[in-house]
């Protein structure tokens, strides 16, 4: 299996609604990764989680939350957003071999997310 | 830091034409150089790959080879399908510590008409 799902595909919120976005891989990988995409732009990197524990946190404000309750499943928990932070949220995973180079990552398809 | 520069489109070919979109990077190690490649309404796939100076990735008539002399990684193909319409994007990530966060070029938009 070398698949990333992310569910649901699309989610339309208001401002003062929680949400989350669920990601789920089961290629044995440890780092997790969520970014944000908007129209006609690359990804922007999120977070960063290595063996389930948060390594690298891209300043991003408080209303996203990600939590990693086991090696398999990434959560990123939404809470009183912005229609600014309206953009397609993708989740990758990859191996984790420290002392190369660097591993490919495989994406998901991504949520839509429209805030209202 | 490092960053990716390519070409931005958008590109407009005709079908069977030979295709090439320039990436150059900066980095200040030795990264591996990825180029993805992004369907409407899709998450991004991997096209190919390469991990070393030299390498030569290639995948569905795509091809790029690692060029550390002029840190660049140009995407080619030689006849591009109304399928390969998508955007593409050139990345690098350099880690030691094991997590690989990719850094992105800007995206180059490819439009091929029958």
């Known amino acids: 299996d070398t698949e990333v799902t992310q569910t649901p595909k699309h989610l339309v919120m208001g401002m003062t609604n929680k949400k989350s976005l669920k990601c789920e891989q089961h290629?044995?990988?440890?780092?997790m990764y969520w970014y944000k995409q908007k129209a006609k732009k690359p990804p922007e990197l999120m977070f960063v989680?290595?063996?389930?524990?948060?390594?690298i946190n891209e300043s991003v404000p408080s209303r996203f939350s990600p939590e990693c309750p086991n090696s398999s499943l990434l959560n990123l928990h939404l809470h009183a957003l912005q229609p600014e932070d309206s953009a397609l949220y993708l989740c990758?995973?990859?191996?984790?071999?420290?002392?190369?180079?660097?591993?490919?990552?495989?994406f998901g398809p991504g949520t839509r997310l429209t805030v209202l | 830091g490092n960053s990716v520069t390519q070409m931005e489109g958008p590109v407009t070919l005709s079908e069977e034409a030979f295709l090439t979109i320039n990436c150059t990077y900066t980095?200040?190690?030795?990264?591996?150089l990825f180029w993805y490649v992004q369907y409407p309404g899709e998450g991004l796939q991997l096209l190919l790959k390469?991990?070393?100076?030299?390498d030569k990735g290639s995948n569905k008539g795509f091809e790029a080879t690692y060029r550390k002399e002029t840190t660049s990684f140009h995407l080619e193909k030689g006849s591009v399908q109304v399928s390969d319409s998508a955007v593409y994007f050139c990345?690098?990530?350099?880690?030691?510590?094991?997590?690989?966060?990719?850094?992105f070029g800007k995206g180059t938009r490819l439009s091929v008409i029958a």
């Open positions: 990758a995973s990859s191996p984790y071999t420290p002392g190369t180079g660097g591993d490919e990552q495989f």
């Open positions: 290629m044995g990988h440890r780092a």
């Open positions: 989680y290595s063996y389930e524990k948060l390594s």
């Open positions: 980095a200040t190690g030795y990264p591996s």
């Open positions: 390469a991990t070393k100076a030299d």
């Open positions: 990345a690098l990530s350099e880690s030691y510590s094991g997590n690989t966060p990719l850094v």
